[in-house]
């Protein structure tokens, strides 16, 4: 296992349309994250999944954004009808529930809405 | 978390040793430190951590205070490949809870020059 995957890489859309990104993380991690960075800002916290289960949903995350960790393995991050204000980049990362635990980030998705 | 204060930018010749500071003056006594790196379009890759001992790994030497008011990330000899943004984090200890969430700032930038 190589680490955090993430596809696509970019993605141009236009305003309005739809997207989809997904993520397959480390294959014994029971934790999976998402994050969104825009430029100069560090990431920031959007949704956490421990195994199939969201357990919680940022107030950054408006009702257009949806994610998704069928059987607890690979997650997808939908976002409806894209605004320009949704480009940034899109990062998902997982780890193993313990005391000190690590995040794996994946290299992320970059996102621009024309 | 408690919020961490660093400079935003430093530079460093390469082959010395590179400092990097973090103050987090209303640290708790369960809190942990914290520290990633994210080289550009990648992920934050993660360090680092202590609590109030100094650590050491294959990467990086974390110097804590003893009122551990602060810290001090040390490269001991920087590369071209270490410049990149390094983010300080103060994180709640255990794996319950909201202490899954990490929270960024803005980081410190490195720079290490030829």
């Known amino acids: 296992d190589t680490g955090v995957s993430q596809n696509p890489r970019h993605k141009i859309t236009k305003r309005g349309q739809n997207v989809t990104f997904r993520c397959d993380p480390i294959?014994?991690?029971?934790?999976l994250y998402w994050y969104r960075q825009t430029l100069g800002q560090g990431p920031e916290f959007l949704t956490y999944?421990?195994?199939?289960?969201?357990?919680?949903k940022s107030r950054l995350l408006s009702d257009r954004f949806s994610a998704e960790r069928p059987k607890g393995s690979f997650s997808t991050l939908e976002i409806q009808r894209t605004e320009q204000g949704d480009s940034a980049m899109y990062l998902c990362?997982?780890?193993?529930?313990?005391?000190?635990?690590?995040?794996?980030f994946g290299s992320g998705t970059q996102l621009s809405v024309l | 978390d408690a919020k961490t204060t660093q400079p935003p930018s430093m530079d460093c010749a390469e082959g010395r040793a590179a400092n990097l500071p973090c103050n987090h003056s209303?640290?708790?006594?369960?809190?942990?430190v914290y520290w990633y790196r994210q080289i550009h379009s990648q992920g934050p890759q993660y360090i680092i951590h202590?609590?109030?001992n100094n650590e050491t790994n294959e990467m990086a030497s974390l110097i804590i205070t003893e009122d551990r008011k602060s810290s001090t990330l040390i490269l001991p000899h920087a590369t071209l490949r270490d410049t990149a943004v390094y983010y300080c984090?103060?994180?709640?200890?255990?794996?319950?809870?909201?202490?899954?969430?990490?929270?960024f700032g803005k980081g410190t930038l490195l720079t290490v020059n030829p």
């Open positions: 984090i103060v994180r709640v200890a255990g794996s319950g809870g909201s202490n899954y969430k990490l929270t």
């Open positions: 209303t640290i708790s006594g369960n809190e942990y």
């Open positions: 202590g609590l109030k």
């Open positions: 990362a997982s780890s193993l529930r313990q005391v000190n635990e690590k995040l794996f």
């Open positions: 294959s014994e991690h029971n934790r």
């Open positions: 999944f421990q195994n199939e289960a969201q357990l919680e």
